[in-house]
């Protein structure tokens, strides 16, 4: 079984400033992915970041990078310089043989 | 070309109605995938395909019949559906044939609204 925990049900930020989002995952599997999804309103859903879980180096992608924790069970999301175009519901996800979702978190971005 | 397309986008069905959700990529991906969304929740996995053939249902009601015709196409068909069966559905693919570590793309969804 794997179980994926998002406790930030809402978060705000300044635009230009920098959030984490925080995600914890656990598994009995030691082969897994991690994974942010962001979904904006009304809009489909799109890979923000990917993660390994036997590689050590944290995943970046521009303005987006994680902090993956492995012992903690611990992957969070850091978007840095925010934008307007951030603001959205972000999914964190666990695979094995299947993706699970976290219950997400909606961020606001505030100019 | 990085696209899933869903159709209908919006769908409004009666408890005795037959309909069908339709979902495509021309990415040649061999895994496609089916989860329901309600409001404020996460995605929650229905059904997946790996090449053409089913590998997992997540003990779905037998309302929802899926259907993977070939590699590009994923149809969920819909019949004597209820009122809580009303979500956004939403339609995925991989490269990789279980999913288990690539990237899954997703289509816009079909609103569905059953009365």
């Known amino acids: 079984a794997q179980t994926v925990t998002q406790s930030q049900p809402e978060m705000s930020v300044q635009e230009a400033e920098t959030v984490t989002l925080s995600c914890t995952y656990d598994?009995?599997?030691?082969?897994?992915?991690l994974f942010w999804y962001k979904q904006p309103p009304s809009r489909q859903m799109i890979l923000v970041i990917r993660q390994e879980a036997y590689k050590q180096q944290n995943a970046t992608e521009n303005r987006f990078s994680v902090n993956f924790q492995k012992a903690a069970k611990s992957f969070s999301l850091k978007i840095s310089d925010s934008q307007l175009g951030d603001a959205a519901m972000y999914f964190c996800g666990g695979a094995t043989n299947k993706l699970i979702f976290g219950t997400g978190t909606l961020l606001a971005v505030q100019p | 070309d990085t696209e899933v397309t869903q159709t209908p986008k919006h769908l409004v069905m009666g408890m005795t109605n037959k309909k069908s959700l339709k979902c495509e990529q021309h990415m040649g991906h061999r895994a496609m995938y089916w989860y329901k969304q309600k409001a404020k929740k996460p995605p929650e996995l229905m059904f997946v395909?790996?090449?053409?053939?089913?590998?997992i249902n997540e003990s779905v009601p037998s309302r929802f019949s899926p259907e993977c015709p070939n590699s590009s196409l994923l149809n969920l068909h819909l019949h004597a559906l209820q009122p809580e069966d009303s979500a956004l559905y939403l339609c995925?693919?991989?490269?990789?044939?279980?999913?288990?570590?690539?990237?899954?793309?997703f289509g816009p969804g079909t609103r569905l609204t059953v009365l």
């Open positions: 598994t009995s599997e030691s082969d897994y992915y």
């Open positions: 395909y790996s090449y053409e053939k089913l590998s």
């Open positions: 995925a693919s991989s490269q990789g044939v279980t999913g288990k570590g690539d990237t899954q793309y």
